[in-house]
């Protein structure tokens, strides 16, 4: 009994210091010391509830599930354990197992305003999830987004089908002929009246050099023509450092030339680095467009002498998700070999949908951009190797064992990620300092230990993974006998979790890793999360 009472009270003891961690956001330490309070008191649902409250924090929301519905399990009554697991639903994009939990919690107190408030939020999610279900199109039957438009026809100030140049010369011939016939065809009138052709013709020439698909007033920056060019891309970020917006039809032009370059390329893209060159590999960045331009700060814009691959989760949660991935967009269009690219879980109609990227763009574009960044998002390569050593993949490895790189090479990665199998994978799992394969905390993908990196680079001949998709306090980890590095590249993410951001220089041919880490910088005041789904902004 006195052996009992004695673990109790050390359970409090480390429930106490657990608060601490996490009230100072160190929610990795948190979990550890509340799981020591479990290991001691697991009959207390306040320890397992809480727990799950820090894994929400670091996005673990397969865990959180786990330990809410254990809290749930050790006291029924316990109303933190539904709604810890019903945020941790939310977070998922399943609502209709949100709702549930928020019932119960309403049913649990029914004169809590913020219950019913949140309950409120979360029969809105799933009554609107269901007339989007009611009314999409089957897959086979949806047409693409970006065969429909034209970007040159974007921004015109008539619907006239005639061209400028041809209208002006059509009415120079009507004022020449109306100039004869009025005055009978002195010698005097006929010249005046060829200069003023040839005046009105000169000014249609003119007019039809000028990008007359831009409403003069527009000052922001401009493509002349089809071509991208270093100087547009400078002048757009610069608008965009700025707060102002690009027009609609340099938007479509530039997510639709990159469409087209995404779509010639396979699943699994081959890097080639030549001796003595460099190659810059950075995680996510989350819409964290200010820390964007502190990377190229740092390590220069890039270029065919200065190439980066951005691993993906270029959007969500940062409010300017819009101008990172525009900003990437257009290096890619200005040049293919500069800038390359790789899907990341956020990359997907689901996440944008309730993490913000899908409000953002709705908000500073268009509903058509928001159907048409889903088709491109389709486009992205899951996977990169450089100079066939180093594997670059947003997520992780696989569930099964003797994975190549041709059954990379050939996934059909046009499609939403699925819930399960290599693409799947891909994009969602995460390693664990043990051997073998444990389920995801994430409860999504899974998560892999040493034993399956190492086997996975001998069977492919490879010498390292490089992986992002984890927030790190140095905005890198190297684990799994150095085989495997994390890098994520959205310092103090969201704003409140306090850790570096970093980035990778590989120098061939060696490719050895050299990490730069640098600190968040300032940008304007716009939180995270200001676009994201309403009810999950209650929970942020």
Known sequence: METENSDVSKAEEFKILANEAFNARKYGQ??????????????NAVYWANRAFAHLRLEEYGSAIQDATKAI???????KGYYRRGAAHLAMGKFKEALKDFQQVKKMCPNDPDATRKLKECEKAVMKLKFEEAISAPDAERRSVAESIDFRSIGKGHNSLMPTELAIAAVTVAVMAAVVMLFRTSVATMVAAVVVGLLLLLGAYWW???????????????????????????????????QKCIHKRYAYQIVLQTREMLLALPPLVDINVPDGKHFTVCGDVHGQYYDLLNIFELNGLPSEENPYLFNGDFVDRGSFSL???????????????????ARGNHESKS?????????EVRSKLSDTFVELFAEVFCCLPLAHVINDKVFVVHGGLFSVDGVKLSDIRAINRFCEPPEEGLMCELLWSDPQPLPGRGPSKRGVGLSFGPDVTKSFLQE?????????????????????????????SAPNYCDQMGNKGAFIRFEAPDLKPNIVTY??????????????????????
């Open 30 to 43: 948190a979990i550890d010391l509340y799981t020591q309070a479990v290991e001691l008191n697991s009959r």
């Open 73 to 79: 399990e050790v006291d029924p009554k316990y109303t």
């Open 208 to 242: 039809s050099s000028y990008d007359a698909d831009v409403e003069p007033q527009y000052s922001g920056a401009r493509i002349e023509g089809d071509v991208v060019t270093l100087d547009f891309v400078k002048k757009m970020m610069d608008d965009f450092k700025n």
């Open 323 to 341: 101008e990172v991935i525009l900003t990437l967009f257009a290096f890619k269009c200005m040049s293919p070999s500069a800038i390359y690219l």
């Open 351 to 359: 996440m944008n949908k309730i993490y913000g990227f899908e409000g």
């Open 460 to 488: 492919n001949n490879l010498e390292l993974v490089v992986r992002s998709h984890e927030v790190k306090d140095e905005g890198y980890e190297i684990e799994h006998d150095g085989k495997l590095i994390t890098v994520f």
């Open 519 to 540: 600190s968040a910088v300032p940008h304007p005041d716009v939180k995270p999360m200001a676009y994201a789904n309403n009810f999950l902004r209650m929970f942020s």
